[in-house]
């Protein structure tokens, strides 16, 4: 009896090992990363709004580059320049350039090492509406986009 | 044997409780990846509309019937998603495929309306969207009605 249960045991034991690493366990590991990625994403553009509303203008992307541009860069109110870029490690920064503030802080980590960003992308439209998307990706395997996200802000008259 | 019995039956019935958690956590998910795709596009036509304002009222498009966000031959594509990203060609597969999945879902209508009170002020409009989307497996919340105050001079 006590063979059988043991057995019983391990038999389960082997089944949720075979089951984490299985093509459902990756799917599930799939929508956490999904999850985070989405979670990362809209942390991102709410720290964006935040610092365009005190900003003045923005002088990077312009308007004579559709193609858009893979950084930001702000004047705040009282002159200073701010720049939001990511990281090669995929984590949204922003380096300041006035006096005493020149060494980059790190606004939103990168949800985890498997994931990271692709393509990050800001445009100025006509009208004064700087449109920002961003994808994050696997790191593994097939590199296949997780989430991608899009937002647009009218920028102060 | 009863005692593995009686286990085994008491496990399967904890795991019920469980697999069903699991289940309504991805419904639950993809309702909310529903809502933040649809205030996305809500922020995207509002923030245009606003942008375009400046040029005064007439300049900002409107449309009275349901459009797709994304290509749509039957029901016809937004103004405010025909010209997106480097290419300028909306939201194409090819360069956007989650979007393209993701935006399918929803179609929306965006007017100006009088302001209540200010019927004869041809610079100020009450913008009203409405955004319709395919529930997930048939429930939860399926539209969204957002409206703002738009003027062709700045409101202080």
């Not at chain 1, 389960?12 to 989405?38: E, H, P």
């Amino acid at each position: 009896m006590e063979v059988l249960i043991g057995l019983s045991f391990l038999a389960v034991l082997i089944s949720m090992a075979y089951a984490l690493m299985s093509q459902s366990g990756k799917t599930s590991r799939g929508k956490m990363d999904r999850v985070s990625s989405l979670g990362a994403a809209r942390r991102v553009t709410g720290f964006l709004n935040q610092y365009l509303k005190v900003s003045s203008k923005v002088l990077h992307p312009s308007e004579g580059q559709p193609r858009g541009s893979s950084y930001c860069l702000l004047k705040g109110e009282d002159g200073t320049l701010s720049q939001l870029y990511f990281s090669e490690a995929g984590d949204f920064m922003i380096r300041g350039f006035s006096e005493g503030n020149k060494s980059p802080k790190m606004l939103v980590r990168s949800p985890n090492k498997r994931i990271g960003v692709r393509n990050p992308l800001w445009f100025l439209r006509p009208g004064g509406v700087l449109e920002f998307y961003i994808a994050y990706k696997e790191n593994t395997g097939n590199e296949e986009n997780i989430v991608e996200i899009f937002d647009s802000y009218a920028l102060s008259r | 044997m009863m005692e593995i019995v009686v286990v085994t039956s008491i496990l399967l019935v904890c795991a019920i409780p469980m697999v069903h958690l699991l289940t309504r956590t991805g419904r639950l998910q993809e309702r909310s990846s529903r809502s933040t795709y649809a205030h996305l596009i809500a922020r995207r036509v509002f923030e245009t509309a606003l942008g375009l304002s400046r040029q005064g009222l007439q300049a900002i498009p409107t449309h009275d019937g349901f459009l797709c966000a994304v290509d749509n031959k039957e029901r016809g594509t937004s103004p405010y998603f025909q010209s997106f990203g480097p290419s300028l060609s909306g939201v194409s597969s090819a360069e956007f495929p989650l979007l393209v999945k993701a935006l399918s879902h929803y179609r929306f209508r965006f007017v100006l309306k009088p302001v209540t009170g200010q019927e004869t002020n041809l610079s100020l409009r009450n913008a009203v969207l409405e955004i319709h989307w395919d529930p997930v497996e048939g429930k939860g919340p399926r539209k969204m009605v957002l409206q703002t105050i738009l003027s062709s001079v700045p409101i202080i």
